[in-house]
């Protein structure tokens, strides 16, 4: 298995167009077929011929973490070293920006799911996309066709394999729709629901799958923790499962949103605790490695100074048009803007920004974070296999 150059916490500008997550759909459906979508990630040498494929995302399974996870997980190894090459998440590196990038096949700026929280334009008010219900609209808010309503209108039979509690979520319609949505609440219903969708016709078919336990074990007790690397073994067991049952006119992919990095104790700044960084803030949202601040009227000046000058080598904070100018969110249209924060603080090596009196006590008492621009976080990999 051959990794990137970067080390684990250079920082690694995602690579739309060609190398990132938001190319894996259209990929796919070039292979299937499916009127303009382009081999974005050259399948084809590999995959030609393939009618049905499964495309499997495990939430934080980055590619840095894949040699921490390999005593535990043989056949992700074997697969990694074989079958396997590296690509970028989108911007911000968090699961509902990933998710939705996936399903749509653009870069985070054009489908306006913008990070882990964000503030609703013209409110006070801090949308959680985890936690998304219908306001805002889903398909007002995140307008982008998925790949599933676009194979599916070309006659591919195309099934989404999820958490049952997930169904009809805001998150679920701005990524998924277009695929019919199958509950399943562990590994082994997972593969078998996957399995049984990839085998149920004789044309052309897409199967996407989400399994998010290693990522949950990742936060709550550490990458490399005893429970993570349960986690890791029972990935193992989805993926030989899956493997051992495609049709021989089946592939698998099989891909990541972010990876994740430990955060210690001494790197954790609290904006709530430190009256500094909580001057000229109205509205603070994103998550804590990458944090977005709405300002007083007026204010994005001095809030962008004092931030650069406590926060130091630990974040790099600019303005909010500075930041688009990075190239981090793709191009990101008018409607959509107000949607990053005035002032964003992108969290540099292991620190992060916590919020303990204004966020849930348990983001700021995690061990594993994600969402900034270093290698663990933004490097995926890209499985594929044949059956």
Do not use: K
């Not at 060609?18 to 077929?33: H, K």
């Not at 990742?218 to 193992?236: C, F, I, M, N, P």
Request: glycine share 12%; aromatic share 4%.
């Amino acid at each position: 298995m051959t990794g990137p150059v970067a080390g684990p916490l250079d920082p690694v500008p995602p690579r739309y167009g060609g190398a990132s997550l938001a190319d894996v759909l259209p990929s796919a459906c070039a292979l299937l077929g499916v009127p303009g979508a382009a081999d974005l990630l050259g399948l084809a040498p590999r995959l030609a011929g393939v009618r049905r494929l499964a495309v499997l995302l495990v939430d934080g399974l980055g590619w840095h973490q894949i040699p921490t996870a390999a005593p535990y997980a043989p056949t992700l190894a074997g697969l990694a070293a074989t079958a396997g090459t590296p690509l970028t998440t989108g911007f911000p590196s968090t699961t509902p920006t990933s998710l939705v990038s996936l399903g749509t096949g653009v870069a985070s700026g054009a489908h306006g799911v913008l990070g882990f929280t964000v503030r609703v334009p013209g409110t006070d008010r801090v949308l959680t996309h985890t936690d998304w219900t219908g306001d805002p609209e889903p398909l007002r808010w995140q307008p982008v066709p998925t790949w599933y309503e676009r194979a599916r209108s070309d006659g591919v039979a195309v099934t989404v394999v999820s958490r049952p509690e997930y169904a009809g979520s805001g998150l679920t319609l701005a990524a998924n729709r277009g695929g019919d949505y199958r509950g399943a609440a562990g590994v082994d219903a997972l593969a078998v629901r996957m399995l049984t969708a990839l085998s149920a016709g004789a044309g052309p078919t897409l199967v996407s799958g989400y399994h998010p336990d290693l990522d949950q074990r990742g936060h709550l007790d550490g990458v490399d923790s005893a429970s993570w690397r349960l986690a890791a073994a029972e990935v193992d067991r989805l993926l030989a499962r899956l493997v051992d049952g495609l049709p021989t006119d089946a592939a698998l992919l099989v891909t990541a949103d972010h990876g994740q990095l430990n955060v210690p104790a001494g790197h954790r700044i609290d904006l709530d605790t430190d009256p500094r960084l909580r001057a000229g803030v109205r509205v603070v949202a994103g998550e804590p490695r990458v944090r977005y601040l709405h300002v007083e009227p007026g204010a994005q000046a001095d809030v962008l100074a004092t931030w650069s000058a406590v926060l130091g080598d630990a974040a790099r904070v600019l303005g909010r048009d500075e930041a688009v100018a990075t190239g981090w969110f793709g191009p990101v249209p008018e409607e959509h803007l107000r949607r990053i924060g005035d002032v964003v603080a992108v969290c540099r090596g292991t620190h992060a920004v916590v919020a303990s009196r204004s966020e849930p006590a348990i983001v700021s008492r995690l061990v594993a974070y994600h969402g900034a621009d270093t290698a663990a976080e933004m490097t995926i990999p890209l499985l594929a296999v044949r059956g």
